[in-house]
């Protein structure tokens, strides 16, 4: 590569954090503050303090974990839009085992995790099923079972699982103290979801980069037909990337309910399912690029509750910066690739 | 119109796809322009016709200089160009495809087009139903569309991309009769891109022979083959004649056995091939070659009947016990149906290894064993090459190099279209080779020498049935011409 082509890669690399700081500045003046002080209270609130710092990693957990399983769901060429359906179905397999299971806390933990996944995968398996056997494609198989989730995790909140004290609708009672995660003192953050949401990504990296498996996952999502015919036994596998995202959504779900709310909440899932859809597109698509992106979606969610304190502008601003860089950064690959196809016909 | 191309300069990475090449086409005229696949016929092509810009280079029009940078202007200033696979969208109607490109303000004038497309169809002496479905008709048929579409549009000059691949000798008689009459009543301009050299003999006025992105000369007709074979390759190449081998155990046999879709039928077929032997399907494309094809492999299951892969009932049994037992096969789209664009040729090879693989890949020596198979297939390439970055031949070389070592049954589909002289040689000499380790052959061409040429026994398709299955030193061209169109012998 010549120096000027690396400049030019470079740059191109910067245009869409550029392009993003402008469209959010440009926001953030119509909404009447001023911006270098909003970004300061940005980054500020994301990493003041240790515990600020520890509360970014809380958030940014869960993405990890979701992100990379879809990274196998992604790599397949699928669009797994069920990741918040698979989260919440991971957290009533793990409500259920902390409800009804009365062991220790090194027995209890460890069964609440593959109760998670279990229940993850189940959800996403179905969601691989209906795609696969009955021709509905998954992006609307996904839509559809994560109302089914939701809605059936609200019945059991509000029937089975209803507190003995009033039926308001806040959630199950606290969970007995064997079924949380054992968290960092002083700190919200688990070191054992903080493991978990690693070791995923590790293995997700290492299973797509060097093992057959991957390999034949990325056959199918760049032409399945080819695949196929190579002798790729296409539908297991794409039911088999389907389960592990699933899983992999389970445990995020179980890291919810036992390291962070300590019981079962409505709203349990918080978008997560559908935010680790962008960190998994902006880290194009690589477990080494996850973990940076998250972290930064993480820091932009924590940093924008100071944000509502200190300039009283509303916390979905955060929102707004993301999808910004988002958009952004696709609309900088799509140039780019115009760019390239005009050059060489 | 007079059509002048002067020094076009056109790279692709480090390819000069063109390279200073310089046409000129007088009206009324048809000018060839040969050479073989990779020469950059295409891609000077796809320059007169606004789909790639080039680097250099001009183009003149009656004398004008013009510059157009999509093809909607090309077609504007009344250049449109055929392409090898027809542009068309077969969900649609004739006459909605013959709506395409016109700009008729927002509403679409239907009665007037349809007025439109029968005279000109008729004109040419096409049958074409502005009512059918386009993917209802033939590659022949789609051709004309698409002529009576251009010509609708304006179009003074008419590139034909490859226009005989995929179609039958009847509708190749069709289609230079309508060529001969663009250029000589209508006065156009036109040029036949082919690599095919009896079809640019019988046609053209005059031909433009492309080597490696530049002119390696021009000559007007008339001239004999053997100097554009020079032209063309620089040396004179001779064809080989066909070797006996001894058959040996039957290999495959269908038993009243047919195949039923939607589309179409293949009626009952009984048929015993034994190892080693080569058996062409000759017939019009979509009589049921193909379903033949693809259901021998597994991918379709039969309606009736049955398969045995030797001695073995396989009804009900999935694609890949099929390839557990040595079937293969080979579709025509490499880019669709057998390479898999964006990965590149070492891991292809890994994905194709049919025995048990460690779960981890040791990528080291994958590259080490693409290195080789590259090699000894003769493929322009590097293990880190991308497949779609291949020119077509070597696509087709690296299909067969992806191949198991050992096969019963191998079924293919056009194994050389779209291949020149001396690629299409080589992969038969590999298939030959094949042949002699005892694996039975099966395939499928437009080209009823080479399915004359390289096969024990023929097999006749019309319309979903099997004809007659036929000794190829028994028969001839004209027999399987009067077959193929739906005659008995």
């Known amino acids: ?345 | 119109m007079k059509v002048e191309l002067r020094g076009i300069k056109k790279c692709f990475g480090s390819v000069r796809a063109n390279d200073g090449v310089s046409l000129t086409v007088e009206a009324g005229s048809i000018q060839g322009l040969l050479g073989e696949n990779g020469a950059g016929k295409t891609t000077l092509m796809k320059v007169l016709s606004g789909f790639v810009s080039p680097e250099g280079g001009r183009i003149l029009l009656d004398g004008k200089e013009a510059l157009f940078s999509s093809p909607a202007q090309a077609i504007e200033k009344g250049i449109g160009m055929l392409h090898q696979d027809p542009l068309d969208f077969p969900p649609l109607k004739v006459l909605d495809n013959f709506l395409f490109g016109r700009d008729s303000g927002f509403l679409l004038k239907r009665a007037l087009a349809r007025k439109e497309l029968l005279e000109l169809s008729e004109r040419f002496g096409f049958t074409l139903d502005p009512e059918a479905y386009v993917n209802t008709l033939t590659v022949g048929e789609r051709q004309q569309l698409e002529i009576v579409r251009l010509l609708s549009l304006g179009v003074e000059v008419l590139i034909f991309d490859e226009p005989t691949t995929g179609i039958s000798t009847p509708q190749k008689a069709t289609l230079f009769a309508t060529l001969r009459r663009l250029a000589k009543e209508e006065g156009k301009s036109v040029i036949f891109v082919s690599h095919k050299l009896e079809e640019v003999l019988e046609l053209c006025s005059g031909v433009t022979v492309l080597r490696r992105g530049k002119v390696a000369g021009e000559i007007a007709m008339p001239c004999t083959s053997e100097e554009l074979v020079r032209l063309m390759f620089g040396q004179v190449i001779t064809t080989h004649v066909a070797e006996e081998v001894s058959l040996g155990e039957p290999v495959l046999e269908l038993r009243v056995w047919g195949v039923h879709t939607y589309r179409l039928d293949l009626s009952p077929v009984s048929l015993q091939v034994r190892a080693g032997e080569v058996i062409g399907l000759a017939g019009l494309e979509g009589s049921g070659q193909r379903l033949l094809l693809r259901a021998c492999a597994g991918l379709i299951k039969p309606s009736r009947g049955s398969l045995f892969l030797r001695g073995e009932d396989m009804s009900g049994k999935s694609y890949q016990k099929f390839l557990d037992a040595g079937v293969a096969y080979l579709p025509a789209g490499r880019l669709e149906e057998g390479l898999i664009p964006g990965l590149n040729l070492a891991e292809h090879f890994v994905l194709a290894r049919r025995e048990k693989a460690p779960f981890f890949i040791n990528w080291a020596l994958a590259r080490g064993d693409a290195g080789r198979k590259i090699e000894e297939f003769n493929i322009i390439g590097s293990p880190s090459t991308l497949v779609e970055g291949l020119s077509g031949g070597n696509q087709q070389r690296a299909l067969l190099a992806l191949l198991p070592d050992s096969l019963r049954l191998l079924l293919l589909e056009h194994p050389t279209r779209g291949l020149d002289v001396e690629s299409a040689l080589w992969v038969w000499d590999r298939l030959l080779e094949r042949r002699e380790e005892g694996t039975a052959i099966l395939f499928t061409s437009t080209d009823l020498d080479e399915i004359l040429e390289r096969s024990d026994r023929i097999s006749v398709f019309s319309g979903g049935k099997m004809l007659e299955i036929l000794d190829a030193s028994q028969t001839d061209v004209e027999q399987l011409g009067y077959l193929i169109g739906g005659n008995r012998g």
Request: proline content about 5%; overall charge positive; hydrophobic content about 55%.
């Open chain 1, 1 to 345: 590569m010549t120096y000027s082509q690396r400049l030019v890669n470079l740059l191109l690399g910067l245009a869409p954090v550029a392009l993003a700081l402008m469209l959010s500045t440009l926001v953030l003046i119509a909404a009447g503050a001023p911006p270098l002080e909003a970004y300061k209270h940005l980054l500020q609130g994301a990493s003041e303090s240790p515990a600020k710092i520890a509360d970014v990693l809380v958030v940014w957990v869960p993405l990890a974990l979701c992100s990379a399983g879809l990274l196998f769901t992604f790599t397949a060429g699928l669009w797994n839009i069920g990741v918040e359906g698979q989260i919440i179905f991971g957290v009533i397999f793990a409500t259920w085992v902390a409800r009804n299971l009365y062991l220790p806390a090194t027995l209890l933990i460890p069964l609440m995790i593959v109760g998670g996944m279990i229940g993850g995968a189940l959800w996403g398996l179905l969601a691989g099923t209906l795609k696969v056997y009955g021709g509905v494609h998954e992006i609307f198989a996904g839509l559809g079972l994560n109302f089914i989730a939701i809605t059936t995790n609200i019945w059991l909140i509000a029937k089975p699982w209803r507190p003995d004290l009033g039926a308001t609708m806040q959630g199950t009672d606290p969970f007995p103290a064997a079924a949380w995660l054992p968290r960092l003192a002083g700190l919200r953050l688990s070191p054992v979801s903080l493991l978990l949401a690693t070791m995923a990504l590790v293995v997700v990296f290492f299973i797509l980069r060097g093992t057959l498996w991957g390999l034949q996952l990325k056959a199918i999502g760049k032409n399945a037909r080819s695949a196929y015919l190579l002798g790729i036994a296409t539908n297991r596998h794409v039911l088999l990337s389907f389960a592990l995202c699933g899983a992999l959504a389970g445990v995020a779900g179980v890291v919810q309910v036992s390291g962070v709310w300590g019981r079962n909440i409505p709203q349990i899932s918080g978008g997560i399912g559908y935010l680790s859809l962008l960190v998994a597109m902006l880290s194009g698509f690589r477990a080494l690029g996850v973990a940076p992106v998250a972290l930064f979606f993480a820091a932009l969610g924590v940093g924008a509750a100071r944000l509502h304190l200190r300039m009283q502008l509303d916390p979905s601003l955060a929102g707004v910066l993301g999808a910004g860089l988002v958009l952004s950064v696709l609309l900088v690959a799509g140039l780019r690739t115009r760019l390239l196809i005009s050059r060489e016909g």
